[in-house]
Every structure is written in structure tokens, then in C-alpha cells.
């Protein structure tokens, strides 16, 4: 089971990236899916989850710019990064959830992180 994420790069303040983080392997059922960053020095932290019922959360600093959508069909999250800022600037990371075939429970499993760079 891996996660593939895709869609970091360098973006001016003001605008625009997305994310985009899909699933594989022997997948029984994905429940949470979110996305964390981690800045240069600093602790990972949480800017996004989505339950498999469509729930989501925001962190403070991301409400209203940032969008979290899954596509139940594809494995896949997405995260829709508008208005960003410099202090935006992290190594983005995914993580879902999981239950493999032939488990019995759920796992948390990490993608390898995108760089989101802001910078004019």
C-alpha cells in the first residue's frame, strides 16, 4: 500500500496550487484522509482531513483558502490551495487511514511529501 503525492512547486504569494495525494495496494476501505505540513523547524501539523462520510476540518490558518475533496472512485485527496502565503511555504505530506485486505483493522500510512514553495 503506498500514497502518491503530486502537485507541489513554487507559487507567487496570491496564488494558487493543488495537491493531489492517490492510494494503492490491496485496499479494503480508506476512512480519513488529510493532509500536514511541515515547515523548516517546525513541528508537522495538521491543514486538512476528510472523513469517508465527507466530513472536514481546517486548520485556522487555512480556513477559507484552502479546500480538502476526495474521490472515493480514484483513492485519491485533493487539496485546493488559494490565496497563499509565504508562511504556506512547508513540505506537504498526505496520510489515510486504511484497511488492507486481509486485516482487521486500520492503519494510518503516510505519502512521501510535495514542497510548496511561496515566494515572489
Known amino acids: 500500500v503506498q500514497l502518491q503525492a503530486s502537485g507541489g512547486g513554487l507559487v507567487q504569494p496570491g496564488g494558487s496550487l493543488r495537491l493531489s495525494c492517490a492510494a494503492s495496494g490491496r485496499i479494503f476501505r480508506i476512512n480519513n484522509m488529510g493532509w500536514y505540513r511541515q515547515a523548516p523547524g517546525e513541528q508537522r501539523e495538521l491543514v486538512a482531513r476528510?472523513?469517508?462520510?465527507?466530513?472536514?476540518n481546517y486548520a485556522d490558518s487555512v480556513k477559507g483558502r484552502f479546500t480538502i475533496s476526495r474521490d472515493s472512485a480514484k483513492n485519491t485527496v485533493y487539496l485546493q490551495m488559494n490565496s497563499l502565503k509565504p508562511e504556506d511555504t512547508a513540505v506537504y505530506y498526505c496520510?489515510?487511514?486504511?484497511?488492507?485486505?486481509?486485516?482487521?483493522?486500520?492503519?494510518?500510512?503516510w505519502g512521501k511529501g510535495t514542497l510548496v514553495t511561496v515566494s515572489s
Open positions: 496520510s489515510a487511514r486504511m484497511i488492507t485486505i486481509g486485516s482487521n483493522y486500520d492503519m494510518n500510512y
Open positions: 476528510i472523513t469517508s462520510a465527507g466530513s472536514t
